[in-house]
């Protein structure tokens, strides 16, 4: 991350939109930059080094899409999909081109500030070697060094598995995940259809940790998409 204030680069055509990004994320004391268009976008990221991009799909010159596909031949800067296109499949092509989180419009500024929170602390870990040795989220604590989860301070016994599972989100804390990405870094490239597997243990775990497993806290369902585990 860039010394002093994070900037967040809004890659937006509409203008209304723009105008609401910006004052929002001024508040926050954000340094804001906008981009119109994809061709604008590029130019930005290559020569103000953004933290973190917040994007739209439809772009006026070239499909935000492929602008993805694009910065990722080489850029990492985290990316957020902001969006009309609330479909699945929308959500799910953002994702597996590397977007790091999607939201759809009409959005809730708290919500998408909470996510660029989300996304640069991820990014502030990688940069900066192995991620905190405790994960706290409410009252549910992950110890990473002890392997040891506790809800309001009580130890859960959790199985090998739905450790292996839990702590993989939480390393991911806030970001969407899908159930294919899951499946292949928890269980293996040959378990990437194997969504049971995932729905089963997702079960389990809910049932160990949430107080209403019916409505969960922190093990939250992105509808046909897959999973995130909400950082508060």
């Known amino acids: 991350m860039t010394a002093g204030r994070p900037s967040i680069l809004v890659i937006e055509d509409d203008a209304e939109i723009r105008r ?48 993805l596909k694009e910065l990722r031949k080489w850029s990492k800067i985290p990316v957020i999909v902001l969006t009309a296109r609330g479909k699945e499949k929308d959500k799910i092509k953002a994702l597996d081109s590397g ?22 602390r991820r990014s502030a870990e990688r940069h900066g070697g192995d991620a905190e040795p405790v994960f706290e989220s409410g009252d549910l604590k992950i110890d990473f060094v002890r392997r040891q989860v506790f809800v309001k301070g009580a130890e859960v016994r959790l199985s090998p598995m739905e450790y292996r599972l839990l702590t993989y989100l939480a390393r991911h804390a806030g970001q969407v995940l899908t159930q294919k990405q899951i499946l292949k870094d928890v269980w293996g490239a040959a378990y990437v259809e194997k969504n049971l597997y995932l729905r089963v243990h997702m079960h389990q775990l809910r049932h160990k940790l949430e ?8 093990l939250v369902t992105e509808s046909g998409v897959g999973y995130r585990l909400r950082s508060e």
């Open 20 to 67: 609401v990004l910006k004052v929002g994320l001024g508040h926050k004391d954000y340094r804001y930059l906008e981009a119109l268009t994809a061709r604008e976008g590029t130019t930005e990221v290559s020569t103000r080094n953004p933290d973190l991009i917040v994007l739209d799909l439809g772009l006026p010159d070239l499909d935000g899409l492929q602008f």
């Open 99 to 120: 977007a790091d989180d999607y939201l759809t419009k009409p959005f809730g500024m708290g919500e998408l500030l909470a996510r660029i929170r989300a996304a640069l």
């Open 211 to 218: 107080a209403d497993p019916a409505q969960p806290r922190w």
